[in-house]
């Protein structure tokens, strides 16, 4: 089974600051990466995914990831935020289980730009 | 393209009662999975239906059901509820590589 931990519930931080939120996984197979925002009475937003290649991932909003396998890492960044980036932000994982596919999520960390 | 839309949006129901839930996913996808969000327990797998199988199932009661169709709509159903069936209820299509969400149903049982 795989797993994914955001060791960080919530992460305050100012305005044009720049951001991360931490993100390590387990899993005994290969796995798919994403992280994915949530906005307040909304669905989730895929932000950048991580299949293969290049460990450094771009995504939408000014967000990249970096992919280590050897720390089973993919800490998400920003280098400066803006107050629309509060949201809470989702890790997880995909792994093609018996035929199907089944996304393992973190517990979430809440963003909150602060002026 | 439009995208993968739930309905309702929201629903409240007393304990004891049923639910269902509609999910249309983006068009060509013939994936949708469903999954429960709470504040408790977060974000967990429900199940996963491709061309109208159930291909994946997550560990939750008997009481949660679904089912697609030929057009990959799907329908979510949960019997009896309880009030810890309160939740954030998300439909997603697509595949194994990337999973686009609907805006989810809000379900409050009283």
């Given at each position: 089974a795989q797993?994914?931990?955001?060791?960080?519930?919530?992460?305050?931080?100012?305005e044009e600051a720049p951001v991360e939120l931490r993100c390590n996984y387990s899993s005994s197979v290969s796995v798919y990466l994403f992280w994915y925002v949530q906005y307040p009475n909304q669905g989730?937003?895929?932000?950048?995914?991580?299949?293969?290649?290049?460990?450094?991932?771009?995504?939408?909003n000014g967000f990249e990831a970096e992919f280590n396998k050897s720390q089973t890492s993919f800490h998400l960044r920003k280098p400066s935020v803006h107050i629309s980036d509060t949201a809470e932000y989702f890790c997880a994982v995909n792994r093609f289980t018996g035929g199907g596919n089944k996304l393992t999520f973190g517990t979430g960390t809440q963003l909150k730009v602060e002026l | 393209k439009a995208g993968v839309t739930q309905t309702p949006r929201y629903l409240i129901k007393t304990?004891?009662?049923?639910?269902?839930?509609?999910?249309?996913?983006?068009?060509?996808?013939?994936?949708?999975?469903?999954?429960?969000?709470?504040?408790?327990?977060?974000?967990?797998?429900?199940?996963?239906?491709?061309?109208?199988?159930?291909?994946?199932?997550?560990?939750f009661p008997g009481r949660f059901s679904g089912?697609?169709?030929?057009?990959?709509?799907?329908?979510?159903?949960?019997?009896?509820?309880?009030?810890?069936?309160?939740?954030?209820?998300?439909?997603?299509?697509?595949?194994?590589?990337?999973?686009?969400?609907?805006?989810?149903?809000?379900?409050?049982?009283?």
């Amino acid at each position: 089974a795989q797993s994914v931990t955001q060791l960080d519930s919530q992460v305050p931080v100012f305005e044009e600051a720049p951001v991360e939120l931490r993100c390590n996984y387990s899993s005994s197979v290969s796995v798919y990466l994403f992280w994915y925002v949530q906005y307040p009475n909304q669905g989730l937003q895929l932000l950048l995914k991580y299949l293969s290649g290049s460990t450094l991932v771009k995504g939408i909003n000014g967000f990249e990831a970096e992919f280590n396998k050897s720390q089973t890492s993919f800490h998400l960044r920003k280098p400066s935020v803006h107050i629309s980036d509060t949201a809470e932000y989702f890790c997880a994982v995909n792994r093609f289980t018996g035929g199907g596919n089944k996304l393992t999520f973190g517990t979430g960390t809440q963003l909150k730009v602060e002026l | 393209k439009a995208g993968v839309t739930q309905t309702p949006r929201y629903l409240i129901k007393t304990r004891g009662q049923q639910v269902t839930l509609s999910c249309s996913p983006i068009s060509g996808h013939r994936s949708v999975s469903w999954y429960q969000q709470t504040p408790g327990q977060g974000l967990q797998f429900l199940f996963e239906y491709f061309s109208e199988t159930q291909r994946n199932k997550g560990n939750f009661p008997g009481r949660f059901s679904g089912r697609q169709f030929s057009n990959s709509r799907s329908e979510m159903n949960v019997s009896t509820l309880e009030l810890g069936d309160s939740a954030l209820y998300l439909c997603a299509s697509g595949g194994l590589n990337e999973q686009f969400f609907g805006p989810g149903t809000r379900l409050t049982v009283l």
